[in-house]
């Protein structure tokens, strides 16, 4: 079979399916979700956002044969990276609180240790006027 012959058969292949009508149910759908998600805040990433986003590429995946495993190679690399950045941002909250906690307690020693030299020095006062 010659070359010409195989791009005639995968183009005759591809006219067999027609995959408007199957986008157009993808397209619909994502938007019915996306409505039904409260708006978010701008420069803040809304994970409910990117769930629907994610399930709308694996629809997609699906009604692609030839391009599907491509995209969902493409799209289980873009998966990873966005679980890592989640993992990180739970990380990150979880050392900012730590790095309170000890900063105040910290500030509560330094309190104490001034509060104490005062007093010291109070004590020192009371006791010259003895």
Do not use: W
Not at 20 to 37: D, F, H, S
Not at 109 to 115: Q, V
Request: charged share 30%; proline share 5%.
């Amino acid at each position: 079979m010659s070359k010409t012959d195989k791009l005639k058969e995968i183009m005759d292949s591809l006219k067999e399916v027609n995959f408007q009508p199957k986008m157009y149910v993808v397209k619909l759908t994502l938007q019915k979700e996306l409505v039904a998600i409260p708006p978010s805040v701008p420069g803040i990433p809304n994970m409910k956002r990117l769930a629907v986003y994610s399930n709308c590429f694996s629809k997609i995946i699906e009604n692609f044969r030839i391009y599907g495993p491509l995209l969902s190679e493409i799209k289980s690399e873009y998966d990873a990276v966005i679980s890592n950045f989640h993992s990180d941002q739970h990380e990150l909250e979880f050392l900012r609180m730590k790095v309170q906690k000890l900063l105040s307690q910290n500030e509560n020693r330094l309190l104490l240790k001034y509060e104490r030299s005062k007093g010291q020095e109070l004590e020192n006062i009371v006791e010259k006027l003895k």
